[in-house]
């Protein structure tokens, strides 16, 4: 081994001690990383939801509950930019109305006492320290998507209502489900009431073929489903996604669709305790 060789091992070697590999292809999660999200924070019944995105944006709002702890209302809405330094989250706020947490053109500055994958704790300008939650966990940096509890109902099939007499008999054949909203921490994803199929079929059969006999008017039907629905899931509906609808003349073609739409949810369903129980299903959704 020549000198040169002998001096270069020695510097790759105090260079190697000094900052030592923590794995091929792996990466610690820094602090930039964790703060990503979306977080909530429980104060004075008031749920305070704070959405940080990687692109130095974040904004958050105020959904109000009751003594039930169900969400009734959302009070407000702020918005604005965001960045680390030494030890502190910065929040400037670009826009609000909810001026009481985030005052507009206002700087807060936090100090970070603890940031994990689900919590946080900062201490602010007065000297308390706030709990944050993690609610959910994105994809990636490049996506927001958030988890959405989607509730399947049973295929449902109605007979339309006529403006006369002798107009043709139709069938409304719907294979659709019930889209949550977003829940808060400790939240139970709400269970369907009894009555709540009776009420969308009432909705349903009221119902003439005018009112659905496009995508257009259905999309409209549907809202107005989601409000008869409400009453019975305590406000959780968000949206009714349809996954598949046919007008039918026949019955026969609206026995095939139970008979289809009704083995596809069969095979959903699992054993548990030796009753069977279905299952909410989970999809990729918006916030």
């Known amino acids: 081994m020549t000198r040169f060789q002998f001096a270069f091992s020695c510097v790759f070697l105090v260079l190697f001690m000094a900052f030592p590999l923590t794995g091929c292809g792996e990466k610690e999660k820094g602090e930039e990383d964790l703060v990503l999200g979306n977080w909530t924070q429980y104060r004075n019944r008031a749920y305070i939801l704070l959405i940080i995105s990687p692109q130095g944006n974040w904004n958050s709002s105020v959904r109000i509950a009751d003594a039930t702890s169900k969400i009734v209302k959302s009070k407000g809405n702020a918005q604005g930019t965001w960045h680390m330094e030494e030890g502190q989250l910065i929040f400037t706020v670009t826009d609000s109305n909810i001026e009481e947490i985030w005052e507009k053109n206002d700087t807060s500055f936090f100090e970070i006492v603890e940031l994990g994958e689900r919590i946080m704790l900062l201490k602010e300008e007065n000297g308390r320290v706030a709990e944050w939650k993690k609610t959910n966990v994105q994809k990636s940096k490049d996506s927001e998507a958030v988890p959405a509890v989607v509730i399947a109902m049973k295929p449902i099939a109605v007979n339309l209502n006529k403006n006369r007499s002798n107009t043709q008999d139709r069938y409304l054949c719907l294979n659709m489900n019930m889209v949550i909203k977003e829940l808060m921490p400790d939240q139970q994803i709400p269970i ?8 969308a079929v009432l909705f349903l059969s009221s119902l003439v073929y005018e009112d659905i006999k496009d995508f257009d008017r259905l999309e409209i039907q549907k809202l107005k489903l989601v409000d008869a629905l409400n009453p019975y899931m305590d406000g959780f509906i968000k949206d009714i996604e349809i996954e598949h609808v046919i007008v039918s003349t026949t019955i026969e073609k609206v026995e095939e ?9 069969e095979k959903e369903v699992e054993e548990v305790n030796g009753e069977k129980q279905a299952e909410p299903k989970v999809s990729e959704g918006e916030n």
């Open 257 to 265: 669709f139970l008979i289809e739409h009704t083995m596809g949810l």
């Open 192 to 199: 369907m009431h009894p009555k709540a199929r009776e009420a």
